[in-house]
């Protein structure tokens, strides 16, 4: 623990020199994946409870005691439903891609509190070992005290959480446990709803599977499972837990039962820092079900269903790891400073991206195919499963450091759309010529091809660029001496007439895509859209790429030639003077042409510099205060498309975008997880929060390698 405590002070240091003038407009907490995502959404952790993303309070309180008066550092003061807590101060809040950090000084003492959430593992750049695939549903919170003064000062500490994480409404009937995969050597605590029906229900909330907390058993620590008065008002007045827990079950909001721990850390001084952690965990049990096949969590399959195997692994690697969320967080700090300069803003962004991105995520285990899957909740504007484009725009972050996750992802994907749905169970064939949308509500996967959102060239064009992007960065690592990947390009042996397929429709429908409808549906139909064009033509560059790497040389010729004549094509039909049109039939119209970056990501080269030159140099007409709008039609922007545009501009435009967007973060009034759609004069939200979108920020990173 003495490594792990050093460490954090240097990640804290690290992280809070750069970042400590950054108000995040929410801050993540406890982010494993789009049901267990919870929030701050204030300037300080004791100003609010925290929050599910959607809003929904979920009650994580936190106290502590100094020399006989009790402080609040996590929750508000109507904690204790009547008599108030006065707070310690906090003077820094830091986001690191896996950990947040607060830092709070009272009476002559430190707490430093560090959640780091083990939902993505350190990679190397070049070599992308996705660790990732392990991903528990862990968070750790870890509590450090020291004296400041030099005084011995007398130090308690507390942690409670409600039942709120696992219910879908406080009005639910919830029961708890110590017994339900009991830890050695630890004090382990449980708790759920007691009708569990898995996967029965669509909100953005989960009600099935149960939430641990649990801490190691060392002497000095005491937990109980009472009402949070009864919690709470014990720690606050000096008092000792009740004897007993009290006995299940009850409603969620009837006397509020908690998890709840404290610790009596005896006489802290300037020279012995003293550290507690907790782990928090979610089993979800069962997590998505596939044309009527449920599959588990991975970590599930890697503990062989044993939740208690889970939670021991968790502490037995406590140390490793914290390690790892630090490492994490200073190799991500050092990577960025290699790249991007000056580094600052970017980074701030980026790493506020990091979870959202990888949080919006569900790993599971297909045990049909005797391998890991990956699936993404298109969260706060639907809540669709796989959605094709969302992926698209997260995929940055996805190709640079998580490609094999990426592929995970793809695979439900591909096998849906190659009719492969019956050995689950449910089948149901798809018969379309183009790209799915989308392969069902969360958590469900079972939507028949004329239900879908029809976006024929949209979506076909992000899958043909996804996979090729994917097979662009396995071939990057081997040219750099990394062992080959496994499955590099042979995973789409079964593929290859399907892809055909899309790059035969898409030469069928280019260079005018018609009255198609693209990703940007909010803004309604545009048909003839040039943007939606661009994403065509570098689709069929993205499979010519990939039959010329699997050999396939002349048909990878065909498509090539015909993605440049639609090119010059599209030159001519789009051009407007100084800039390049929305839609080909309307003049003096302008959009962003954000799908010109994988053109450049995936090194195509199919459109000349003149055309991004001009439109960059047009961007920097329509600049406000946040950014560049999507187009002409309206003030708001999305944050993915403008680092898309930062991408593919000069240095000058890209510090320019970038810091409209970091000062859109820093100063929106609305206090939700990073949004990827505001209006660019006031930094106001218009919609979408803590979607995985926002992995878009990291397109620059496209061009480090």
């Not at 507390?158 to 009991?182: G, I, L």
């Not at 965990?281 to 062989?304: C, E, K, L, T």
């Not at 662009?472 to 789409?492: C, D, M, N, W």
């Not at 065909?558 to 051009?575: C, D, E, I, P, R």
Request: net charge negative.
């Amino acid at each position: 623990m003495a490594a792990l405590l050093l460490l954090l002070l240097v990640c804290t240091a690290m992280i809070g020199s750069s970042f400590s003038a950054f108000r995040p407009p929410s801050v993540p907490l406890v982010v494993n994946n789009p049901y267990i995502s919870i929030w701050s959404a204030a300037d300080n952790l004791y100003d609010e409870f925290p929050i599910h993303w959607s809003g929904g309070i979920m009650g994580l309180t936190g106290l502590i005691r100094i020399d006989g008066k009790t402080y609040r550092y996590m929750g508000p003061q109507s904690l204790l439903r009547g008599s108030s807590i006065p707070s310690v101060e906090q003077t820094e809040v830091a986001v690191g891609p896996m950990s947040t950090h607060y830092t709070f000084h009272q009476d002559g003492v430190k707490l430093d509190v560090v959640f780091c959430s083990f939902c993505a593992y350190p990679v190397d750049v070049a070599e992308d070992i996705d660790l990732s695939g392990y991903q528990v549903p862990v968070t750790y919170l870890n509590l450090k005290v020291l004296s400041e003064d030099g005084k011995l000062h007398h130090v308690q500490l507390y942690y409670d959480n409600s039942a709120e994480p696992a219910v879908m409404d406080s009005k639910e009937m919830v029961t708890w446990s110590r017994n339900r995969s009991a830890v050695e050597g630890h004090h382990t605590m449980s708790i759920g709803t007691v009708d569990q029906k898995y996967l029965q229900q669509g909100s953005d909330r989960i009600n099935w599977g149960y939430w641990y907390t649990s801490v190691e058993d060392n002497g000095n620590v005491s937990t109980v499972i009472t009402s949070d008065v009864n919690a709470r008002g014990s720690f606050a007045t000096g008092k000792a837990f009740p004897d007993e827990d009290d006995k299940p079950p009850r409603a969620c909001e009837d006397n509020w039962p908690v998890l709840a721990v404290s610790w009596d850390l005896g006489n802290v001084g300037k020279d012995n820092a003293t550290s507690r952690y907790i782990v928090l965990a979610y089993d979800q049990v069962v997590s998505i079900r596939y044309f009527g096949h449920n599959m588990i969590p991975f970590w599930r399959h890697v503990y062989n269903n044993n939740t208690a195997d889970m939670l021991r692994s968790a502490h037995a690697n406590a140390s490793l790891s914290g390690n790892a969320c630090i490492e994490t967080d200073g190799f991500f700090m050092a990577l960025i400073s290699n790249y991007i300069d000056p580094a600052d803003n970017y980074s701030a962004i980026a790493t506020l991206a990091w979870r959202q991105t990888v949080g919006g995520t569900q790993l599971v285990w297909n045990d049909i195919l005797r391998q890991e899957w990956a699936f993404l909740k298109e969260i706060s504007s639907g809540g669709a499963v796989n959605t094709v484009d969302v992926l698209y725009p997260a995929s940055p972050l996805l190709v640079y450091l998580f490609s094999t996750r990426l592929q995970k992802l793809l695979m439900p994907i591909l096998a849906y759309a190659n009719n492969e749905t019956k050995a689950y169970g449910e089948y149901i064939p798809y018969n379309l010529a183009w790209a799915p949308h989308h392969l069902g509500h969360w958590p469900i996967c079972d939507l028949a091809p004329n239900h879908q959102e029809q976006m024929p060239m949209e979506e076909t064009g992000n899958m043909l660029i996804m996979i090729a992007a994917i097979a662009k960065r396995y071939r990057y690592k081997e040219k750099v001496g990394f062992p080959s990947q496994p499955g590099s390009l042979t995973y789409l042996k079964p593929y290859w007439p399907l892809l055909k397929k899309w790059g035969d429709y898409l030469v069928s429908n280019l260079p005018d895509p018609g009255n198609q409808l693209c990703t940007d549906d909010f803004e309604g139909p545009s048909p003839h859209n040039a943007n939606l064009a661009i994403k065509g033509i570098v689709g069929l560059g993205a499979l010519a790429y990939l039959l010329e790497q699997d050999g396939q040389k002349d048909i990878a010729t065909h498509y090539l030639m015909q993605a440049k004549n639609f090119v010059t094509m599209w030159m001519k039909n789009a051009s407007d003077g100084d800039h390049y049109r929305m839609q080909y039939n309307l003049p003096d119209t302008w959009s962003l042409k954000y799908n010109l970056l994988y053109d450049r990501g995936l090194g195509l080269n199919l459109f000349p510099q003149s055309v991004y030159d001009l439109e960059c140099a047009y961007y920097q007409k329509k600049m406000n205060e946040y950014g560049v709008p999507l187009d002409n039609r309206a003030d708001f922007t999305k944050t993915d498309w403008l680092m898309w545009i930062a991408s593919i501009c000069n240095h000058d435009q890209f510090d320019a975008i970038t810091n409209s967007v970091y000062h859109f973060a820093d100063e929106s009034p609305d206090r939700v997880p990073f949004s990827d759609w505001y209006f660019t004069t006031t930094g106001k939200v218009k919609g979408f929060r803590a979607r995985p979108v926002i992995g878009g920020v990291f397109a620059a990173m496209l061009f480090s390698t």
